[in-house]
């Protein structure tokens, strides 16, 4: 199924599975890499499932949510990164005016969506059901001040990626690991040695453990 957004961004389509979104009990928005699209990430759902859960997924122009590094300057990635952000935060809006609250909403992404994912849940802190964050971390050069307001109460956050990526330095892994602990979240972090580029089967299974939890209740 495919919708598109509400507000500003209705050029984007969003792909959808699962529970209808009318009927479902949490969400998962998940945001693709680049160079990828909307497609190729809700196929997650397949190894993620859960009855009661709706899965959605946006698609970016052209198959990328900025252009540049997220190690960039961000004056440079802009205006896409902030139509990227705003896209998210509409998105949220718009399952939360379906009756879903946040705190049934996960959040995850690969490569730059995961990227998009952890900047947007830095910048709007609050409980989230959960953050996924595949190969990826926080935006911004290294030195970028970190003080983000607000707190994300015990959101369970997972943050899988490989020691040796080539578009992700271990170092921001750590960093944003350090972020959203001092935000409050429970943060779950595991480097896997020669892993690629790419999701394994133990990322997913810490993945599953948050599913279990925002629909446990």
Request: net charge negative; with cysteine; glycine share 12%.
């Amino acid at each position: 199924m495919t919708e598109t957004l509400p507000g500003p961004h209705q050029g984007h389509p969003v792909l959808q599975a699962g529970k209808p979104l009318a009927e479902a009990k949490a969400a998962m928005i998940l945001i693709h890499g680049r160079g990828a699209n909307a497609e190729s990430i809700l196929g997650l759902h397949t190894v993620l499932p859960h009855p009661d859960m709706v899965y959605l997924a946006p698609e970016a122009t052209d198959g990328s949510w900025y252009p540049y590094s997220f190690l960039t300057p961000m004056e440079k990635n802009e205006p896409y990164l902030s139509e990227g952000l705003q896209m998210i935060a509409d998105l949220v809006a718009h399952v939360e005016a379906a009756g879903i609250p946040s705190e049934r909403i996960i959040l995850g992404g690969f490569s730059q969506g995961a990227c998009l994912a952890s900047e947007f849940v830095a910048r709007h802190a609050r409980r989230y059901g959960g953050l996924l964050v595949f190969s990826g971390g926080v935006i911004g050069p290294f030195g970028t001040p970190r003080e983000y307001p607000g707190s994300l109460e015990g959101t369970p956050i997972f943050i899988g990626c490989s020691d040796v990526d080539p578009h992700i330095p271990l170092e921001r892994v750590h960093e944003t690991a350090d972020v959203f602990t001092r935000m409050g979240a429970r943060v779950t972090k595991k480097i896997y040695p020669g892993m690629g580029h790419t999701v394994i089967k133990n990322e997913v299974d810490h993945a599953l453990e948050i599913v279990k939890e925002v629909t446990q209740n």
